[in-house]
């Protein structure tokens, strides 16, 4: 499940609104669909990451659009996007950023930022094993769809700590 480093690696499931709170939570999928993770975010920063996900393309580039055609321009490639670490229920993420001649270059951000630009620029998201225990990921067996459904609708973030971003 997990990589020779500990990371699993993730998609973007969907976008959801916590009807307790009205905040927007991204759901990430490991790719056997077994664990769900939830992450709240900012309504700015979901914004970001459905537009990316339906295909939107806004008629002036937003803030994570113009950092991905900075890193295409500046000839980097974004090697992946980590969660990296859940401290005092707050979600750690990194960038991963490949400059050449076997130089990456790590960089700190927030989940949402790293998920809005990893997808942008079609690279793998990858979340530390030990958050995944750590922030209690819901384990779903693939062919339990209703279960699935009932725990999204039904997720609150106390259950999880509240994690920010």
């Known amino acids: ?29 490991d790719e056997k669909q077994e664990v769900f993770l939830p992450i709240w975010v900012g309504s700015f920063e979901a914004s970001a990451i459905a537009l990316r996900m339906e295909g939107v393309e806004p008629p002036r580039p937003m803030t994570h659009d113009l950092l991905a055609q900075v890193v295409r321009d500046g000839r980097m490639r974004l090697s992946e996007a980590r969660v990296s670490s859940l401290q005092e229920g707050t979600f750690y993420a990194e960038l991963e950023f490949d400059l050449g001649d076997a130089e990456l270059l790590v960089l700190d951000a927030r989940p949402s930022d790293a998920i809005a630009l990893a997808l942008r620029l079609q690279c793998p998201i990858r979340v530390a094993t030990d958050v995944l225990e750590e922030a209690k990921a819901v384990r779903l067996a693939t ?10 609708e039904n997720a609150k973030p106390e259950e999880f700590g509240e994690f920010e971003m």
Request: hydrophobic fraction near 40%; avoid cysteine.
């Open 143 to 152: 062919t339990d769809k209703e279960r699935v459904k009932e725990w999204l």
């Open 1 to 29: 499940m997990s990589d020779e480093r500990g990371y699993v690696a993730m998609t973007v499931k969907g976008l959801i609104i916590d009807p307790s709170s009205d905040s927007p939570v991204v759901i990430l999928q």
